[in-house]
């Protein structure tokens, strides 16, 4: 009992940014289990105001997949899943124009969204699209 009340003092003493980091861990290992492919993580327009993916994964088929990670202890306030809101998806579109620019021809694209709430990963596919 000693070793894990120890587990989960440590669990109590993570940052934000550390709890955030294991989500995204998780996240990206659920999709890589899926099969997809990491293409970046984390990437960030220049300048204030941008926005942010956590992660840009492509599928087997050449799919573009841009991933938001939400984690969220508890699923009180209608969970992680929406708490992507209105103004946290046109950040992050216009962050996947921002990607797709540097690209010669752009694959088809998705955007999906990864909860990892109570320990359980769920993956929201076509969560939310670019319009």
Known sequence: ???????????????????GDAAEDAALAHLQRAGLTLLARNYRTPGRGGGEIDLIMREPDGTLVFVEVRQRASNGHGGAAASVGITKQRRIVFAAR???MRL??????????????????QWLKAAFDAG
């Open 1 to 19: 009992m000693g070793f894990l009340a120890n587990l989960s003092g440590a669990a109590a003493r993570l940052t934000t940014k550390q709890k």
């Open 98 to 100: 921002h990607y797709l």
């Open 104 to 121: 010669r021809q752009p694959p088809p694209c998705r955007f999906d969204v990864v909860v990892v709430e109570a320990g359980a990963v």
